[in-house]
């Protein structure tokens, strides 16, 4: 028996393509979830979980406590979490149901 062994270089392009569809997935979870909060609140998270800013910079530029910020990219990064959740499982449920259409 012949054993198959995955080609290096599809392997590497479907690792990418995954890495494109999480990234999509997290950019429209943000998005909706912006929609959702307070525009200061979206600032202490994005500035600190997507830009890099220290908390501490991000808290004077706002003028918020840095445990405020601490706060807001917790609470604004669980939504967004829950959300890309959603937003996969529905994705799952949309391609199955396409799928199984196919077959029929």
């Not at 979490?81 to 959603?86: G, S």
Request: proline share 5%; hydrophobic share 40%.
């Amino acid at each position: 028996m012949i054993e198959q062994h995955p080609d290096p270089a599809a392997v590497a392009e479907a690792e990418l393509v995954q890495q494109e569809y999480r990234r999509c997935l997290f950019w429209a979870a943000a998005k909706r979830v912006r929609g959702q909060v307070q525009e200061t609140t979206w600032q202490a998270f994005y500035r600190t979980a997507v830009a890099g800013q220290p908390p501490a910079e991000v808290a004077s530029q706002l003028a918020i406590t840095p445990a405020t910020v601490y706060v807001a990219r917790s609470r604004v990064l669980a939504r967004v979490k829950t959300e890309v959740e959603r937003l996969d499982t529905l994705n799952d449920a949309v391609h199955d149901a396409t799928s199984s259409t196919r077959e029929s």
